[in-house]
């Protein structure tokens, strides 16, 4: 079995990880960090693009590597891979396309009227895609 563990560096996503590496003990963890253009475009001046992008592949590496710590530190291991594009729409792509046989995540994100205009990143992955989901909330 394999589940798909999106992470972002968050209190929510590394409660996503430790609920699969505890209810998921004999599969493969697959962590995955989406790099999300439209965090960036809002800041974007001529030419700093490409600024944007190695930021954000060096905090996309940075989030992996923590978890690859974690996992590690559970007496496991994971595979880790990075994508950039919109959260939900990459993370369902990426079970479509990868073998995945259920995604655990985590629910947080936006709040107020980005939620309205954006919609959950959790109820959006939910709704579309191919396999089960687990959303994982923290305890309080």
């Excluded at 590394?14 to 962590?31: G, R, T």
């Excluded at 990075?82 to 655990?104: C, K, M, Q, T, W």
């Amino acid at each position: 079995m394999r589940v798909l563990v999106p992470v972002d560096g968050s209190d929510p996503s590394d409660d996503a990880l430790a609920y699969a590496l505890e209810h998921f003990e004999d599969a493969e963890i697959v962590a995955l960090h989406v790099i999300d253009p439209v965090d960036g475009s809002a800041t974007m001046a001529p030419g700093s693009a490409t600024d944007w992008l190695a930021a954000s592949e060096e905090r996309s590496e940075s989030v992996l590597e923590a978890v690859v710590e974690t996992v590690s530190a559970a007496g496991k291991t994971a595979t880790t891979d990075s994508v950039v594009g919109r959260p939900a729409h990459a993370i369902v792509e990426y079970a479509e396309d990868n073998d995945i046989d259920h995604i655990v995540l985590g629910s947080h994100g936006r709040d107020g009227l980005s939620r309205v205009f954006l919609g959950s990143v959790a109820e959006t992955v939910v709704r579309r895609a191919p396999v089960a989901v687990t959303v994982a909330r923290a305890d309080g």
